[in-house]
């Protein structure tokens, strides 16, 4: 399976839907490229919506990372919302929980975001 992934842009936030599955660094490439068009658009908040996501592994997780230091440094945040059962429980397990801030939604998401 591919990994895809879609940047809407709002005033103060970017909400980024992915898709697919997240197993290989390669992926990833582009997806760190849109952060930085991001971050240099002063745009320092992402919500990473992971409802369809079927399946990450350490790559994965080394991207949300990434992702999490990159906006972090700018004063930004990144948080996850929708995970499924399954990486939800990755994220337990590799106690990256205490690291992010995770919603069961979109909506829950924004509030954070928006404080």
């Given at each position: 399976?591919s990994?895809?992934?879609?940047?809407t842009?709002?005033?103060?936030?970017?909400?980024?839907?992915?898709?697919?599955?997240?197993?290989?660094?390669?992926?990833s490439t582009s997806?760190l490229?849109?952060?930085?068009?991001?971050?240099?658009k002063?745009?320092?908040?992402?919500?990473?919506?992971?409802?369809?996501?079927?399946?990450?592994?350490?790559?994965?997780?080394?991207?949300?990372?990434?992702?999490?230091?990159?906006?972090r440094t700018?004063?930004?945040?990144?948080?996850?919302?929708s995970?499924?059962?399954?990486?939800?429980?990755?994220i337990?397990?590799?106690?990256?929980?205490?690291?992010f801030k995770?919603t069961?939604?979109?909506?829950?998401a924004?509030?954070?975001?928006?404080?």
């Open positions: 399976m990994f895809n992934y879609i940047v842009e709002h005033e103060n936030y970017a909400h980024i839907k992915l898709e697919g599955e997240l197993i290989e660094k390669s992926q997806l490229v849109a952060i930085e068009q991001l971050l240099s002063n745009i320092f908040n992402v919500i990473i919506d992971m409802e369809h996501l079927k399946y990450m592994n350490s790559s994965g997780l080394n991207t949300l990372i990434q992702i999490l230091t990159k906006t700018k004063g930004g945040e990144a948080v996850l919302c995970l499924s059962k399954k990486i939800e429980e990755l337990v397990v590799t106690k990256l929980h205490s690291l995770i069961p939604n979109v909506d829950d924004i509030k954070i975001i928006e404080v």
